[in-house]
């Protein structure tokens, strides 16, 4: 059965870390592309950031580049958000969701097929 549990959302100040993890289980990460996505509330859902297999690189937001990274491990069969520098605009419900295409373009414009849960991040003082 395939399955996406998304983990280390949380409270944190403006200005400090989270870091949240996507464990896959089901089927290998390595072979599909991993997105992440956030949903505040009002607002329609945006693509954050995402690692397509293949070697094909990384995309991010504008609205998060040079502040959170995404990265994989395949050994654990994971993949992770670093989110540094955070805004009380990166307050929303976070998602991860696989997909099999992978090309050069920018992988938040793909279209995913299975989705975690999602992961509660609020940032404020």
């Known amino acids: 059965q395939v399955q996406l549990v998304e983990s280390g959302g949380g409270w944190v100040q403006p200005g400090g870390s989270l870091r949240l993890s996507c464990a896959a289980s089901?089927?290998?990460?390595?072979?599909?592309?991993i997105g992440w996505f956030r949903q505040a509330p009002g607002k329609e859902r945006e693509g954050v950031s995402c690692i397509q297999t293949l070697g094909r690189g990384t995309s991010y937001a504008d609205s998060v580049m040079g502040r959170f990274r995404i990265s994989r491990d395949n050994a654990q069969n994971t993949v992770y958000l670093q989110m540094n520098s955070l805004e009380p605009e990166d307050t929303a419900v976070y998602y991860c969701?696989?997909?099999?295409?992978?090309?050069?373009?920018?992988?938040?414009?793909?279209?995913?097929?299975?989705w975690g849960q999602g992961t509660q991040v609020t940032v404020s003082s």
């Open positions: 969701a696989r997909t099999g295409a992978s090309d050069w373009t920018s992988c938040l414009n793909f279209e995913y097929k299975d």
């Open positions: 089901g089927f290998s990460l390595d072979d599909y592309t």
